[in-house]
């Protein structure tokens, strides 16, 4: 009896991957092909492997998935399987089946022999890697998937190739990144706006506009992504690798179209299940699909109570935890909030010109449910209304654009070893390192009692990246008072009891 085993990768949810190792026995009996979890396989690798010119022995071949409780049957794994059987069979020299049980094996087997690509293969890739895998083979067809560094690629067209294995090569490609136009210019924005809109840019930090219908929230909801520092590799094929979720096949010539940061804009009736992900199998939701982009919630609230509540989790943590029989997975949802509202039903609170016919009731039940599950985790609140700036003499998108751009270059020096990027993802455990509380900060931090935990350490991350954006090594009192400022929906639920 002869055993041998080779390493595969099923999927986990979003871009992580269960390492499997695919064993086979060969023993000597009855000539059958056995392999509890996937019977079809078996006959589909046995035609391959005689198409291929290997001798098959008069003998029982057993084939397994181990773990097999988390291991659920995909062609993918059949090029491991097939590969894990030829060494049991003794069909390889020493040194290839040496070479085989190194490296991780990722391909369906045609009856041809033929090895063929196989589904969302980067996001399998970028699992493995983040598993600490260094040496893939692949389809020669998967070639163009091959953009990750740090893998050693080998590349095979059909299982005779498994007799003498090609040499192996590293990634010559990397994703082009598309940075999307900004418009910002024609629209008439405060000035509050605009530096709202640059700190948040700047340091990733979810915003709420509140304000009357027509004053292009939408629209400057949309243009934050132009503001937003462009992706970097990792993230870019974070980005593509989600993307390859959404099509059933992607063509092979997807991957080299350029990457963007990605903009949800779930409606308002989405479900928790639509917002969060989970299911069986898993599905990812729009927190994922927004991962290292915008999710966009039009008109905050209108929204389904549980499913905003459903976004908290990954707010804090830019990740989803989801079980799934016994195995657990994590779908990554490292999103920019951005939510616009109105400010009271028929819009028109706080209003200039004209009437507001909601009675206090109406708008103090419309503030509590905007309040309700997320506000604490907004870091910035801004009142929008109609700019009578002249906009020659406001903040210019360029000067926006520089701002931002030298305050993520201070950023990335700061996070050089953290697996962050942006102020506004600094863990609550370690906000004292990075800012640290001079006691005239703590002077400002005391007045401003009264504000939940969670909304002071929102406010702390914000001053971070406005002393960023002045160019200050060290956070001050200005700053966290700035910071502070941005804070009007406590002030419009008070102004609407009031007017009672
Ligand atoms: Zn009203």
């Known amino acids: 009896m002869k055993y041998a085993s080779t390493l595969t990768a099923i999927p986990a949810g979003g871009v992580d991957v269960i390492l499997v190792r695919a064993e086979a026995v060969v023993r000597r009996g009855i000539p059958r092909w056995e392999m509890a979890a996937n019977k ?27 773990p097999s409780q988390s291991a659920r049957p995909g062609s993918h794994l059949d090029l491991s399987i097939a590969a894990s059987i030829l060494c049991a069979l003794d069909a390889l020299s020493a040194h290839s089946q040496q070479k085989l049980t ?69 990634s010559r490609h990397s994703l082009t990144i598309q940075k999307p136009e900004l418009s910002l210019n024609h629209l008439n924005l405060s000035t ?50 989600i993307e390859g ?20 804009i779930p409606h308002h009736s989405a479900t928790p299940v639509a917002m969060s992900g989970g299911g069986n199998p898993i599905r990812l939701g729009e927190a994922s699909r927004a991962h290292n982009g915008i999710l966009i919630l039009d008109e905050l609230a209108e929204f389904n109570r549980a499913a905003l509540q459903a976004l908290r989790e ?5 990740a989803i935890h989801v ?18 509202s109105n400010a009271c039903p028929c819009g028109n609170h706080g209003h200039t010109e004209l009437k507001c016919n909601c009675n206090p009731l109406q708008i103090q039940n419309y503030f509590n449910r905007i309040y309700g599950p997320l506000s604490d985790r907004i870091a910035l609140e801004v009142l929008v209304t109609r700019s009578l700036e002249n906009q020659e003499n406001g903040i210019s998108a360029e000067f926006m654009l520089n701002a931002i751009k030298r305050a993520t270059e201070v950023q990335q020096t700061r996070f050089a070893k953290e697996t962050f990027r942006f102020n506004g993802q600094i863990p609550t455990a370690r906000l004292l390192e990075f ?20 909304k002071l350490h929102g406010i702390l991350r914000a001053a971070r990246t406005i002393a960023d954006l002045d160019g200050a090594e060290d956070v001050r009192a200005v700053h966290l008072l700035e910071a502070a400022s941005f804070f009007c929906l406590e002030l419009l639920r008070v102004n609407g009891r009031e007017s009672a």
């Open 40 to 66: 079809t396989a078996m006959e589909r690798i046995r035609a391959a492997l005689v198409q291929c010119g290997y001798a098959i022995p008069f003998a029982t071949v057993i084939a397994h998935l181990s």
């Open 102 to 170: 190194e490296q991780l094996m990722l391909g369906e087997i045609a009856l041809s022999g033929e090895v063929l690509p196989v589904r969302n293969c980067l996001a399998l890739l970028l699992g493995a890697r983040r598993r600490g895998v260094e040496r893939v083979i692949l389809s020669e067809r998967q070639r163009s998937d091959a953009v990750l560094s740090g893998i050693e690629y080998t590349f095979i067209k059909t299982l005779s190739c498994l007799r003498n294995l090609p040499p192996s090569e590293t």
């Open 192 to 241: 509050d706006l605009k530096r709202a809109l640059c700190i948040s840019a700047a340091g990733w930090h979810s915003m709420l506009l509140i304000g009357p219908p027509g004053t292009g929230k939408s629209t400057v909801a949309r243009q934050l992504a132009a503001l937003l520092p462009p992706l970097n590799q990792d993230e870019a094929l974070e980005v593509r690798a």
């Open 245 to 264: 979720f959404e099509t059933s096949q992607t063509p092979a010539s997807a991957i080299q179209e350029p990457v963007a940061r990605p903009i949800r």
């Open 314 to 318: 990954p707010m804090s943590q830019a």
């Open 323 to 340: 079980s799934r029989n016994a195995a657990s997975a994590v779908l990554p949802a490292n999103f920019l909030l951005l939510a616009t």
């Open 435 to 454: 800012i640290p509380q001079s006691s005239e900060m703590k002077n400002v931090l005391d007045s401003l009692r009264g504000r939940t935990q969670r």
